[in-house]
C-alpha cells in the first residue's frame, strides 16, 4: 500500500499510479480483491475501510464500474475484474459499504447484466469482444479473458444466489469458448481471435491469469451442479486437471498473482466427494 495515493486529499480514490510507469485499471480492482482476500484470511481490518472507499469510488454513475474516467479504454475484462472483486467483497461478507451506496452483491450483478447485453452474436456463433466500445483497438478481438470473467461472475453468482439463469450463462460461456477453440483438449487456454475472421485463427499465446478465472469459475459451477451432467463434464477436466499440475506462469507479476489467489479459493470450493 506504500505506492497508493488514492485516499489521499486531492487525489482519487481506486486508482493506482497509472502507465507507463504505474498500472492499469484493472490491476487496481484485482488489488482491493486481493486486500479483501487479505483480511479474510488473517482478520486484519487495517485495509478495509480504503478498500471499500476504494471499490465504491469507481462505480460510476450507473452503478456497474463503467465510470467517466475510464471510457476512453475500458474493456469487458477491466471491468469484470471489478465485478469480481466485489464478488469477493459479497462472498466473504466484507463491511457493508455505508447506507445509500451500492451492495457488493448487487455491483457484482450490474457488472454481469451489462456483459450479458454485449453478448455477440453476430460473428462466431456468440462471445464477448475484448473492447466494449467501438473506437477502441481490439473492438474485433473475441479473448478468452473477458469471456472468463463473464463465466467466473455467472458461476460464482449461481452459487451465490441459487438462480439458475447465472449458471445457465456460465454454461453458455463455457461451451462457446471450447467450442471456438479457445481452451485445447489439454485445458490449454489462449488469449483470443479475430471476430472478422469469423474466429477461425485462434492467437495462442498464454497468460496465467486467464487459467486463474477460468479455474474459479469450474469450481464453482463444479460446486452448484455436483454431480456433474455430461455436457458439462469438460469444466470438471479443467478443474482436475489444473489442481493437479502446475500452470505455466505466462505473464507479468499481476497475472501470476492473480492465478495464485484463485488457484487457493478453488481448492475450497468444490464439495467434498
Wanted: some cysteine.
Amino acid at each position: 500500500m506504500t505506492f497508493y495515493n488514492g485516499n489521499i486529499s486531492g487525489n482519487t480514490p481506486g486508482l493506482l499510479p497509472e502507465p507507463p510507469s504505474g498500472y492499469y485499471w484493472w490491476e487496481a480492482g484485482a488489488m482491493w480483491g486481493t486486500l479483501i482476500d487479505y483480511w479474510f484470511i488473517t482478520g486484519d481490518t487495517t485495509y478495509n475501510d480504503v478498500t471499500s472507499q476504494a471499490l465504491l469510488f469507481q462505480v460510476g454513475p450507473n452503478q456497474d464500474y463503467m465510470p467517466p474516467n475510464q471510457t476512453k479504454d475500458e474493456g469487458n475484462d477491466d471491468q469484470g475484474f471489478w465485478g469480481m472483486s466485489a464478488m469477493t467483497a459479497a462472498e466473504t461478507n466484507f463491511q457493508n459499504p455505508p447506507a445509500g451506496q451500492p451492495q457488493w452483491l448487487a455491483l457484482a450483478q450490474a457488472v454481469f447484466n451489462t456483459q450479458a447485453s454485449r453478448w455477440d452474436n453476430t460473428s462466431c456463433g456468440g462471445g464477448l469482444k475484448w473492447q466494449i466500445f467501438t473506437f477502441n483497438n481490439g473492438y474485433n478481438y473475441k479473448n478468452s479473458i473477458s469471456n472468463g470473467c463473464f463465466f467466473n461472475l455467472g458461476a460464482r453468482l449461481a452459487k451465490y444466489t441459487g438462480n439458475q439463469t447465472y449458471a445457465d450463462w456460465a454454461e453458455k460461456t463455457w461451451n462457446w469458448v471450447w467450442e471456438i477453440g479457445l481452451i485445447d483438449d489439454n485445458y490449454y487456454i489462449f488469449d483470443g481471435t479475430d471476430d472478422t475472421q469469423n474466429c477461425s485463427e485462434i492467437n495462442h499465446v498464454q497468460f496465467s491469469y486467464q487459467a486463474g478465472v477460468y479455474l474459479l469459475g469450474a469450481a464453482n459451477m463444479y460446486n452448484y451442479v455436483c454431480p456433474l451432467p455430461p455436457h458439462l463434464e469438460e469444466s470438471g477436466g479443467y478443474l482436475t486437471k489444473h489442481h493437479r499440475q502446475t500452470v505455466q506462469p505466462y505473464g507479468k507479476h499481476a497475472h501470476r498473482a492473480f492465478l495464485m489467489r484463485r488457484w487457493q479459493f478453488s481448492l475450497k470450493t468444490p464439495p467434498a466427494s
